[in-house]
């Protein structure tokens, strides 16, 4: 395989692992950050616990599944079919379904402990109805909220505040001009941004920048902007050319719908396989820094053998 197959096969797992590290914060946060929410407003938590766990599986109800794909079917053909974006790729061909279903599974099992609805019929309808009460619930507290936000990435990551540049936006659907990505399903995707994060160079430093119509939305950006700052040690060693060809191919919105699916549980499983009190920083980091091969061969263990996965993260992080 050419070392440019290589970098964009690597490129794809450290994508996954960025939108799992987004997608974990957006069902975990708001309990991380429960006493200051209901210092706000005691109906926030209920609603953010709702509408992440909508959110998730909307990708197998609704609207979502005309526009992103039906997600069974877009995992088989990644095993099979060598036009699809995943073929050959050997985790995410081999393993991508497999934690999508494991993700589904929980976020059901985790609506009947809490009492939401996630009946197919009027799914998306049931999405807005959360979003609404959610945006209301949210309008006396945004400023705090937003210091909020700021406050909780850092406390995830451990990156000064300083460095997160974040907006709680009034909008309730987000321009998609920053978001990557040409072809038909991209396009429709575009139209739906109600959030996004990334990194910007200012003045000589690398800054997060986040935004997002709600705070849930807004923290699982500048996770995922900080997440993907850290993952730039995994790119550092690519020439300006290498580079483009690379994120060309690999950073595109119609591929997110699949990231966040599987990524989640991904990134769930790597949480549990972590040395105790290892920053979860740092040990993205060592991942992002290693050879593409050595990089799946840790991830293969994190997925399916755990107990070697976590002697040799520890040996990692050494």
């Given at each position: 395989?050419?070392?440019?197959?290589?970098?964009?096969?690597?490129?794809?797992?450290?994508?996954?692992?960025?939108?799992?590290?987004?997608?974990?914060?957006?069902?975990?946060?708001?309990?991380?950050?429960?006493?200051?929410?209901?210092?706000?407003?005691?109906?926030?938590?209920?609603?953010?616990?709702?509408?992440?766990?909508?959110?998730?599986?909307?990708?197998?109800?609704?609207?979502?599944?005309?526009?992103?794909?039906?997600?069974?079917?877009?995992?088989?053909?990644?095993?099979?079919?060598?036009?699809?974006?995943?073929?050959?790729?050997?985790?995410?061909?081999?393993?991508?379904?497999?934690?999508?279903?494991?993700?589904?599974?929980?976020?059901?099992?985790?609506?009947?402990?809490?009492?939401?609805?996630?009946?197919?019929?009027?799914?998306?309808?049931?999405?807005?109805?959360?979003?609404?009460?959610?945006?209301?619930?949210?309008?006396?507290?945004?400023?705090?909220?937003?210091?909020?936000?700021?406050?909780?990435?850092?406390?995830?990551?451990?990156?000064?505040?300083?460095?997160?540049?974040?907006?709680?936006?009034?909008?309730?659907?987000?321009?998609?001009?920053?978001?990557?990505?040409?072809?038909?399903?991209?396009?429709?995707?575009?139209?739906?941004?109600?959030?996004?994060?990334?990194?910007?160079?200012?003045?000589?430093?690398?800054?997060?920048?986040?935004?997002?119509?709600?705070?849930?939305?807004?923290?699982?950006?500048?996770?995922?902007?900080?997440?993907?700052?850290?993952?730039?040690?995994?790119?550092?060693?690519?020439?300006d050319p290498m580079y483009?060809?690379?994120?060309?191919?690999?950073?595109?919105?119609?591929?997110?719908?699949?990231?966040?699916?599987?990524?989640?549980?991904?990134?769930?499983?790597?949480?549990?396989?972590?040395?105790?009190?290892?920053?979860?920083?740092?040990?993205?980091m060592k991942l992002a820094?290693?050879?593409?091969?050595?990089?799946?061969?840790?991830?293969?263990?994190?997925i399916v053998q755990p107990?070697?996965?976590?002697?040799?993260?520890?040996?990692?992080?050494?």
């Amino acid at each position: 395989m050419s070392d440019e197959k290589l970098e964009i096969q690597k490129r794809h797992t450290l994508n996954w692992l960025i939108q799992g590290a987004s997608q974990h914060a957006g069902m975990t946060l708001h309990h991380l950050m429960r006493d200051e929410l209901n210092a706000l407003n005691t109906g926030l938590l209920r609603c953010y616990d709702e509408f992440a766990l909508l959110g998730l599986l909307q990708y197998w109800r609704g609207l979502a599944v005309v526009m992103a794909g039906w997600p069974p079917r877009f995992w088989k053909r990644a095993a099979s079919e060598p036009d699809h974006p995943f073929f050959l790729h050997p985790l995410l061909s081999k393993y991508g379904g497999m934690l999508a279903e494991t993700a589904k599974k929980r976020a059901l099992d985790r609506c009947k402990k809490k009492g939401v609805s996630a009946l197919p019929f009027a799914f998306s309808f049931r999405v807005l109805s959360v979003f609404k009460r959610l945006r209301v619930l949210e309008s006396p507290h945004r400023p705090r909220l937003l210091q909020l936000a700021k406050r909780t990435a850092s406390t995830v990551w451990g990156i000064p505040v300083e460095r997160l540049d974040a907006e709680l936006s009034e909008e309730q659907v987000l321009s998609g001009e920053r978001v990557a990505g040409e072809n038909f399903r991209a396009q429709m995707l575009r139209t739906c941004v109600v959030g996004y994060g990334g990194v910007e160079r200012r003045r000589h430093q690398l800054i997060v920048t986040g935004k997002g119509v709600t705070w849930q939305l807004l923290t699982k950006e500048l996770v995922k902007g900080t997440a993907e700052l850290v993952c730039l040690h995994g790119l550092r060693q690519l020439d300006d050319p290498m580079y483009q060809r690379v994120i060309t191919a690999t950073d595109r919105i119609d591929l997110e719908p699949s990231m966040i699916q599987s990524g989640g549980e991904l990134w769930r499983r790597l949480l549990a396989a972590l040395p105790d009190g290892c920053p979860v920083a740092r040990a993205l980091m060592k991942l992002a820094r290693l050879p593409t091969e050595t990089l799946h061969s840790a991830l293969e263990a994190v997925i399916v053998q755990p107990e070697r996965a976590r002697d040799c993260l520890a040996r990692l992080i050494r």
